[in-house]
Structure formats: structure tokens, C-alpha cells
């Protein structure tokens, strides 16, 4: 679930700290050369398309074998795939026109039966991106013609087009053995380990070579766990490009002029967060889910946590996104209030297990930071701490857990709402207890079509949330990456921690 709660930064703009003229110098897009670059992988890694939204680094090897309906860029999609996607008058129908001379490696033409046939295995494979297709109607979606597909829901969604942007990766059509899917990608993959790489090799006869890429004659993608083995890796030449570095290297290699470290704009940075499940003791009582986010200091947590590069967090997701509602007032930090509704609530001397990990950079940091504050508080905390790699592996463990920290990576505020929120939820880690009330909320927020509409059902939403919420999101914070001086061209494309490499170069 990394693109879940889970999304490389060179097309996204700089940080805060100024990097040498020589690692910032752009260039022009070359043929040829290798490019080796380091991702977190994990204990589940796989060559299905189905299941690549769970590891990152699978995720970054998809987007460069398989291509999607579209992209996310600044929250609005960007057609692939598909050339165009339009919804009926009140958006209960959506249809979906597919680009003319899409080819697949083996040469097959790309037809609406493949997408028709990719949409319907992603959802009955219950991949993470089945959670945004929550209303498609499977059994009355059709192939028009050739190049057109017709998509009804069960009821009114004016955001399927974000959903359809989300990572639906297209295969042929009957294909039986996913893990061996040919794609439309520029590249394909040419030998595979899990745990071990990726090597991959470029198409003559990508469909889309005369708007980039694919450049490079070889494309190796290397599964590292630990952010400071990939900061070393690049150090010392044995990559190219590092995603999901520390904090730490924007101020320890500042000076490095051989490297080119990178952060996104806010509305790519990630959310940490340590969810409450509202269903699970003791959180069932909202005094104790008040007092938990009475307990944090933010302001701290930024500073010490995110070396003071990120931001307070105030419960909610989407921060700088279009919908977000700023108006709301932030959670105040008041651990002697944070006593009172504890002991109202009968939970004096309350003892937690924080479930955490260092899977992304800042979770379990902060949740050692927490252990004083909740102290504070009159909280006693102990931290249960999991392997990265496993951390994410065990689903069941996830949503049975009643508190532990969390990055949500970036995704459109509607469909992040969709994602942790409500009886549908695909990934709800503060449960279902509240589905009642927000079930009819994020229904007119899906019915909206205007964009007076959107705004105003988003922020109803969202003023739900901050209420009534399980969600302690205390601090947002920039995600790093880093480069040789001489590789160029990795681009977000709406996840900063799982980028496209579609235009990567060396020079």
C-alpha cells in the first residue's frame, strides 16, 4: 500500500537549502547509457501489475513498463493512454476514448477490450488501485467500438476522472500469467530478482518516443531498504538517483557539488500522521482521541522531527491541494486539557503500544519524540517496532492495530478522502466506527460536479474530520531525493517518493 499511504522530485522544485550551481546545471536529453537507481523495496516484490502499487520500487517499475490511462500532476489528470475521459450530464456514466497507434512490446495494438480487461483485474484482484474504482459498474461496463469504453457507476461520482489518472496500468487483454504481462511502456523488463534488481531495456517502437523518451540504453532499479544505504550507494557512485532519503542529507551534503538533492512542492509532501482506530479501545471514547492530539507538540515535532524543514499538520489531509479548506482552526497543543478529558473519560495513567517503523523517513523518529509529550499528558507509551519491509506486508495487522504511525503520501484530496474514510475506505486506518456520519458527507462530495460543488462538499468533509476524526496528522514534511550531477530527467508525476522515469537521461 506504499501509493497508498503512499507519492521523482527534479521536476518538482528545489528545497530550502541552496545546492551547488554545478549539481542544479540542467542539460539536453541524450541517448544511450546506464542509469542505476535505489528504491525501497520489501518482502512482497512482484512483477504483477495488479500488486505493484504495494512496494515501491515495483511502483517505479510499472511506470516505466506499463503505461496508465493517465497521470496525476498537480492534482488534475493527464491523459495517457487515454486520449480522452468525459462524464454523462449528472456523472453517473464516464467515457473513456483511447489513444489511436498505442502498440504493446509484442506489437499488439492497444484497444478498449485491453483496458476494459486491465480495469476489471485490477478490481478482482483487490489491488490498491481498486479502492478508487469503489462505484464502477463491472457488469454493464462495455467496449464500444475499438477505441472507446463505457464506464457506468452505481451512483454519481464527478471525480472518476482522478480516479482513472491513479496508476490504472493497461495489459493485453486474456492475459493469463501477470507477472509475465507485456505493457506499453518505453521500456521492458529483461531479467528480475526480487530483492535483488531490476534490469531493464529501452523499446524501438515506443508509441510515444517523440514526446521523450525512452533514452537510456539500460535502466537497473535496485531495492535498498535503508535511506542512509541509498544516500551511500549515490555517494559513492554505485547509483545514479536515490529516492526516500533523510532529512539529514539536505544539510550534510549541501556542499557536495557531485550531487543534485531535490524536495517537491507542499502538495506533494507527506503527511505523518499516527491514526486512532475509532472502533478499537480505548480510542472508542473521543475524549481520549481528543486528548492524544491535545498531547503533541507540533511545533516541536516539526523542529526536531522534520529539522525544521516541514510544517504543523492539523488532522487533515490535502494540505495545499485544490478543495482544501484552510478556514478550519489548527489543534492547539494542551496536555493539561489533554489530563482533564482523561480523566473524565476514567483513563488516568493510560498506557498505549505505538506500533512503528522506519519504512519512511520521520515515523519512528517521531514516535520516540512522542513518548515525553504523551508523558506530559499523563500517557504512558511504549513503541512496538517493526521491520520496514514487513511493515506494510501484514493488511490484517494494519487495520486491527489501535494506534501507530503513518506517512500518507500524497494523493487528490477527494480520492484521499475516499481512500481512509468511510464504510468503503480502502485503507481505513482509524476503521469504520464513523461511517454512519460520513458516509452521506463523502456521498454529496462525490456528487458534485461544479467546482463551487466540490469545494463545499470537500470542506464539509473535511470539518467532519477534524472533529470527529481519529487522525492525529501533527507534521508534514518533504521527501528527498538525490542524483548524480550527470542523470536528469526523473520526474514526479504525482508521487515524489515513486517518480517516473519514462524521461531519465545521463549525460
Known sequence: MAVAVGGVLAACGGGSDEQPAAARASATPRKGGKLRAAFIGGSTESTDPTLAAGVGIDYVRARVVWDALGELDGGRPVWRLAETVEPNSDATQWTVRIRKGVTFSDGRQLTAKDVLFSLRTLVEKRSPQAGFMTHLDLKKARARDALTVELPLTMADGFFDLALAHSMFVFPDGTKNLAKAVGSGPYVLKKW????????????????????????????????????????????????????LALTALRTERGNSALRLETPSKDLWVDLNLPMNLGLKPFTDARVVRAVKLALDRESLVRTVTLGQGEVGNDLVGAHQPYYDTGIAQTAYDPEQARKLLKEAGQEGLALRIRTSDYDYGTEESATAMVPMLEKAGIKATLDKVPAADYYSDFKTILSTPVQTAAYHPNPLPLAIRTYYGSTASFPLTGI??????????????????????????????????????????????????????????????????????DAFVE
Open 433 to 502: 466506527k464513523d461511517a454512519a456520519a460520513l458516509d452521506p458527507l463523502i456521498a454529496a462530495m462525490n456528487r458534485a460536479t461544479r467546482e463551487e460543488q466540490r469545494r463545499a462538499r470537500v470542506a464539509d468533509v473535511l470539518k467532519h474530520l477534524h472533529e470527529h476524526g481519529g487522525d492525529a496528522l501533527f507534521a508534514r514534511v518533504p521527501t528527498v531525493s538525490g542524483s548524480a550531477a550527470k542523470a536528469h530527467g526523473v520526474k514526479s508525476r504525482g508521487y515524489a517518493d515513486f517518480p517516473s522515469l519514462r
Open 193 to 244: 530478482q526480487a530483492g535483488r534488481s531490476s534490469l531493464l531495456v529501452p523499446r524501438e517502437d515506443y508509441w510515444d518516443a517523440d514526446n521523450g523518451g525512452p533514452y537510456l540504453d539500460e535502466l537497473e532499479l535496485i531495492p535498498v531498504t535503508d535511506a542512509a544505504a541509498r544516500l551511500s550507494g549515490l555517494k559513492s557512485g554505485q547509483f545514479e538517483y536515490a529516492g526516500g
